[in-house]
């Protein structure tokens, strides 16, 4: 999958946010000072040639869906800079993460019960 630029991944938010939409309905999202939107319909129309999004036209607008899931995307993304920069290992992102970031303790908690919560998927499926 393609990596998306800032811009491009700041529409998709939006557009994934608001499931489909114009235009108008995009540029709306952006907080103020919006963007023109010819800049926008300029990094709509490069998503749409990456595959991101598609479109069905009413007269002479466009309305914009994402071909592409947010779910779909992060789990991308997420390989990609474990590929990157972990050498391929999701624990060492994720050790990184811990220790590098403030979490709370009731946030390593809820790590801590997830990670226990599929360690007992993983037995069952055994």
């Known amino acids: 999958m393609k990596e998306l630029t800032k811009a491009e ?4 938010q939006y557009l994934w946010e608001i499931k489909k939409g114009f235009l108008k ?4 999202k952006f907080p103020d000072p919006k963007p023109a939107y010819t800049t926008t319909s300029t990094v709509v129309r490069v998503l749409v040639n990456k595959g991101f999004i598609g479109f ?3 007269g002479k607008s ?7 899931g947010k ?4 789990k991308a993304f997420f390989n990609g800079i474990t590929k990157s920069f ?6 060492k992102l994720v050790s990184f993460f811990t220790s590098e970031n403030d979490l709370s303790l009731s946030e390593l908690e809820q790590l801590k019960k997830q990670v226990e919560e599929q360690i007992e998927k993983k037995k069952s499926t055994k």
């Open 9 to 12: 991944e700041q529409v998709m």
């Open 86 to 91: 972990f050498n391929n290992s999701a624990s």
């Open 25 to 28: 309905d995009i540029v709306d």
């Open 62 to 68: 466009n309305e914009y869906h994402p071909k592409v």
């Open 71 to 74: 779910k779909e995307y992060t």
């Open 56 to 58: 069905k036209t009413y």
